[in-house]
């Protein structure tokens, strides 16, 4: 085992070995690693021990990066464990956004951008009470030092417990959560505490932590590429300039009207002669050249800026301040985006959208790579490893490891049926029914749940309308934009169909395609329909673009891969453990396509036939052995 890597548990596996060894090496020499990690490989501990041994002994802090509420838990859980195991003493502190740990009633309606002004406005005019509690000037008050304290006291303390804790006391959670993250040596959060600038250089000044003595561990590091694209992508819509104007002319800033009329009336003119779901590229010196036609362009921006926070001392939110802030970031550099002007549809009505996109994730990510101590990236489909490094704007040097899956093959069969597809131009009415029959024989066949993801909710339902007659079982339809109760209610009652056995149809891209654990006899099957590939659009197309100027991978970085890494974190929900058995189906003709093929693991134990119910028959009952 790993010299000091703070393993805790009495087993440890082959490729988990490897990987505390790889990541150990990587933090004594400051450099990165960038891990494919398999479910079941316990890549969490892999991780942490090591970096947390390294930052006790060298005064380093180690962030665990991760987007997933339940990795927070699994990450505490862990870090319980070697405190139990080894006896050392170490600070933790949980995190996440500071709107969602706001004590203040009714913040979660807020836009993100309007809670900071309002969070902002509310401390200096002293109109909050959490705040006035936990803070005098620069001094905590006594009632904040002794939440402090008892938090303190705690094994280690997740983020719900510490903002019940606080406001059981009237006590604002973020400032206490500032307090103990200074005094921290991991610091458990959401990426944007890292990698969005304005977040990392507050809280850095706040706990007075440094970049170069952090080591950085991205959890589930497949999505940080998108991730930091949304998060360095800006919006200007119709729909927002309504609500700018409406609310200017609510609270009698006419001269302000007349702006925001004129900037409406720019944005008509780009639309003049488009029809629905028509696109074009607009050049960033147009748009501004036509906004300063109204005014000098940046002096028009300082104005709007000054009417949002007179708007926001009366309201929470403030729309003229979401056009200020695009204004602002539509300033911004012009290689690594691209702008676009879109034509939909919403509520019936055209909806006009100029849109300020990243393309290239590097931009943001590449100084924090080479600022920080040691990055170590991690998740079960990080191939190829190439791609992610190159994304990232990681170093030339670094480190890539592709571990092998811990589980045992034969506990899992892996099914292509090159038969129906989801191509765009070979979609009809034929194709759904024949996608229905395939995947309700499967789930027929399957003795308990099974899980069947599509590109697209429009194509599940297509598919609905037939396979509804066709399966016997019960079916669970996951729907857009779910709550956080709504999510847990609907897996905790197809959970209970384990014995009867019950249908999930989701979205390759949604709730319950990766992020969810459903080990045992919870699952059996996964199908995954098609391929989520992004419509071709003009941003599709400009990605394409993009990467092949940059890496001459234009088709595998800005098409290929990302989708097919979404089937594989489906098909990843059916075997979670070293004890689950399972089956995973691939349907679509293009699996078989070398194209496509080769995307597969190495490892991976493929049967190519369209005898999938036989096959099925057999995994599950050993005893109907037949030849293929």
Known sequence: MEKDSLFPYEKIRKMQEDMLK?????????????????????????????????????????????????????????????????GIKFNVT??????????????????????????KSSREDDKCEFYSRTKKGSAITADAKKVLSDLKRMEICSTEALVQEC??????????AM??????????????????????????????????????????????????????????????????????????????????SMIQDILNKYGEGMKIGAEKLIKKDDFVARISRINDYEELVNDLFEICNKIRESQK???????????????????????????????????????????????????????AHSTIVMSGTLTPTDMYKSLLGFPEETVEKEYESPFMEENKLTIVIPETTTKFSMRNDAQFKRIAEITSEIANEVPGNSA?????????DKVYKHFYDMCRKTTFLEQPRMTKEEKTNFIENFKEQEKAGAVLLG???????????????????????????????????????????????????????????????????CIRSETDRG???????????????????????????????ELIEEFFDPRQKRLF
């Open 22 to 86: 790889d990541v150990g090496n990587a933090i004594r020499t400051g450099s990165n690693l960038i891990a494919h990690a398999p479910t079941g490989l316990g890549k969490t501990i892999a991780a942490i021990g090591p970096a947390l041994r390294y930052a006790i002994d060298n005064d380093k802090t180690v962030f665990f990066l991760t987007s997933r509420h339940t990795q927070h838990n699994i990450a505490i859980q862990t870090l319980a464990e070697i405190k139990r195991k080894h």
């Open 94 to 119: 949980d995190l996440i956004g500071k709107k969602w740990m706001c004590a203040m009633p009714g913040i979660e309606l807020m836009a993100s951008k309007d809670f900071a002004e309002y969070c």
């Open 167 to 176: 406001k059981d006391s009237k006590i604002c959670p973020y400032e206490i």
């Open 179 to 260: 307090l103990l993250a200074a005094d921290s040596n991991v610091i458990i959060s959401d990426y944007n505490y890292i990698f969005n600038k304005n977040i990392r250089e507050n809280f850095f000044a706040r706990t007075k932590k440094e970049l170069e003595n952090c080591i950085i561990i991205i959890d589930e590091g497949h999505n940080l590429p998108g991730r930091i694209r949304d998060l360095a992508t800006e919006m200007l819509s119709s729909f927002i300039m309504k609500k700018a104007i409406k609310e200017a002319k609510t609270l009698n800033f006419s001269e302000t009207v007349k702006t925001l």
């Open 317 to 371: 939110q403030s729309y003229v301040g979401s056009v200020a802030g695009f204004l602002q970031l539509w300033l911004g550099p012009e290689d690594g985006f691209v702008r676009i002007f879109s034509v939909s549809q919403f509520r019936n009505l055209p909806l006009l959208t100029l849109k300020n996109r990243c393309l290239d994730p590097s931009v943001i990510t590449k100084d924090v790579i080479s600022g």
């Open 452 to 460: 069947i993801f599509f590109p697209s909710y429009d194509f599940r």
């Open 507 to 573: 979205v390759a891209t949604g709730s319950f395609g990766e992020g969810i654990d459903l080990p045992g006899d919870f699952l059996k099957a996964v199908v995954v329909v098609g391929l989520p590939l992004n419509q071709p659009d003009l941003e599709t197309k400009e990605l394409i673009n993009y990467f092949n100027k940059k890496f001459s991978k234009g088709w595998d970085y800005g098409y290929i891969f990302p989708a097919f890494n979404k089937c594989l974190q489906n098909a990843g929900r």
């Open 583 to 613: 089956v995973v189906v691939f349907l679509d003709e293009r699996y078989v396509w070398p194209m496509y093929r080769r995307c597969f693991p190495q490892d991976s134990e493929i049967k190519v036939s369209r005898h999938y119910k």
